[in-house]
């Protein structure tokens, strides 16, 4: 089993900036990609960014449109630890942010989500 616990949320304005940490426990060691999701008051979880590796080595990023050039998402392999870092934030990133985790791009493995809020 994976423990994935999130922090870094908060409540920010317009134009700043958040990094989300993830960090994992258990049995890490079997993961290769990992993601994070965000859902917004009465919309669809979506995925904003994911990364994949072997060993120590980031094979493969992606974005959603609606944050690319603005976010970017990292790994410390020795911290088993995912970060997204949250550049030039918009009231529409306001959302619960989701980490998530597994093997074979699938998502076994879920954080508890933290809360994002951006005002205007």
């Known amino acids: 089993q994976v423990q994935l616990v999130e922090s870094g949320g908060g409540l920010v304005q317009a134009g700043d900036s958040l990094r989300l940490s993830c960090a994992a426990s258990g049995r890490t060691f079997s993961l290769s990609n990992a993601g994070w999701f965000r859902q917004a008051p009465g919309q669809e979880r979506e995925l904003v960014a994911e990364l994949r590796w072997i060993g120590v080595n980031t094979v493969y990023a992606a974005y959603a449109n609606s944050v690319k050039g603005r976010f970017t998402i990292s790994r410390d392999h020795a911290k088993t630890t995912v970060y997204l870092q949250m550049n030039t934030l918009k009231p529409e990133d306001t959302a619960v942010y989701y980490c998530?985790?597994?093997?074979?791009?699938?998502?076994?493995?879920w954080g508890q989500g933290t809360q994002v809020t951006v005002s205007s």
């Open positions: 998530a985790a597994g093997t074979n791009t699938a998502y076994q493995y």
